[in-house]
């Protein structure tokens, strides 16, 4: 009886204690039914005013920037280099000496042709003389005969003597002639061993110095021009030709830097990658950069209309495409459709009358579901 007693003992307490256990779950229950709710915390984000506008739709490329003007300074002759005068980044003007060749052997050829030349005039005065000579007595023969002073034969002989000795003038000056331009010739040859600036400009690239030969055909200096702008060339698809041509606003970019401009010619051929290729002339080198540079070419191919937002306010999936208005701290997914865009802005059309839309990282505008609280944090600078 006693173990029975036991028994019985230790089961009242366990029911007592579970009792006691269940009494606290459900006071606690009860207790935190009973809690005031704290209040759901706005998200703060940034904002921008939409407002209605146009905005230039462009296409980006890449131009290389050249001079408008440039010129590969080479011999004409065959001789070696004396002197160079200008070395990479040297300004040059116009007729300035650029490089000097050894001239001895041509300074010979044309002062022997030189002599040449007076030789042939010393005998074309000779022969001059002796024509006005010869010309006087056919003239007093001529006369002669008229009157039957001297025989028809005499007469004969003397016009003939005078005509041999006209025919001896007109060699010999023909002589002279040759002598000049030949004269002429070897001083223009001469004259290409001292070689000039064809224009002001600046030395890009040297490829000649003294001792070495130089040879028709053969680079020594390479100029730019400097008073006749740069030109920036760039290649475009084909299809785009319909939407580009001359005056076509273009816009040259480096960076944060922008540079308006405008189409100058569109060449009439493609380009054997089957690529259009368009100019764009500029005054200065653009942003510094040296003649050979790659920049950035955004030319305007088109005008869009309608709502401008910031691009990081458009929220895109593969089923469509939003912004989140935000009206009295509350968030609203907006549809929206995009007529045009560039890398900062967004021409779109929707219910956006006024509105104010969030900005921000996908990941951020993703989460401001319809209904949100939003504080906004910061206004972003006007979109138009």
Request: hydrophobic residues 45%; aromatic residues 4%.
């Amino acid at each position: 009886m006693g173990f029975l007693k036991t028994k019985w003992g230790i089961g009242v307490i366990i029911v007592l204690v579970i009792a006691v256990a269940i009494g606290l779950v459900v006071k606690r229950n009860y207790d935190l039914a009973n809690l005031k709710k704290p209040a759901a915390a706005s998200v703060a984000v940034k904002v921008t005013v939409v407002k209605q506008g146009t905005l230039p739709i462009a296409q980006h490329y890449m131009g290389k920037v050249e001079p408008v003007q440039a010129a590969d300074i080479a011999s004409r002759v065959t001789a070696n280099v004396l002197t160079v005068t200008k070395r990479e980044g040297d300004t040059v003007a116009k007729g300035e000496v650029l490089l000097l060749l050894d001239d001895l052997a041509l300074a010979s050829k044309a002062r022997a042709i030189e002599a040449e030349l007076r030789a042939a005039e010393s005998i074309a005065a000779a022969a001059r003389s002796s024509y006005q000579v010869q010309q006087a007595s056919f003239e007093r023969d001529e006369y002669l005969y008229k009157n039957k002073a001297v025989s028809l034969e005499s007469y004969e002989k003397s016009r003939a003597v005078a005509d041999n000795a006209l025919s001896q003038v007109r060699a010999a000056d023909e002589r002279v002639r040759i002598a000049a331009a030949n004269y002429s010739a070897a001083q223009v040859e001469w004259g290409y061993t001292r070689l000039t600036a064809p224009f002001d400009g600046v030395v890009e690239k040297r490829t000649a110095e003294p001792g070495e030969t130089a040879v028709p055909g053969k680079t020594l200096l390479r100029l730019q021009g400097t008073g006749t702008g740069y030109k920036i060339i760039a290649q475009i698809p084909q299809e785009q030709l319909g939407r580009i041509k001359v005056g076509t606003k273009a816009v040259i970019t480096g960076g944060q830097s922008r540079q308006e401009a405008a189409v100058a010619k569109v060449y009439p051929a493609l380009a054997a990658n089957y690529l259009a290729t368009v100019e764009v002339i500029t005054e200065k080198l653009p942003y510094g950069l040296p003649a050979g540079a790659t920049i950035g070419l955004d030319l305007i191919v088109d005008q869009a209309e309608g709502f401008i937002v910031p691009v990081n306010a458009l929220v895109k999936s593969s089923e469509r495409t939003f912004v989140v208005v935000i009206a009295d701290g509350i968030a609203k997914q907006v549809p929206v459709t995009i007529h045009g865009q560039t890398d900062e802005q967004a021409v779109v059309s929707g219910a956006l009358d006024n509105a104010v839309v969030a900005v921000g990282q996908q990941s951020q505008l993703l989460r401001l579901m319809n209904g949100v609280k939003v504080k906004p944090a910061e206004a972003v600078g006007d979109p138009s």
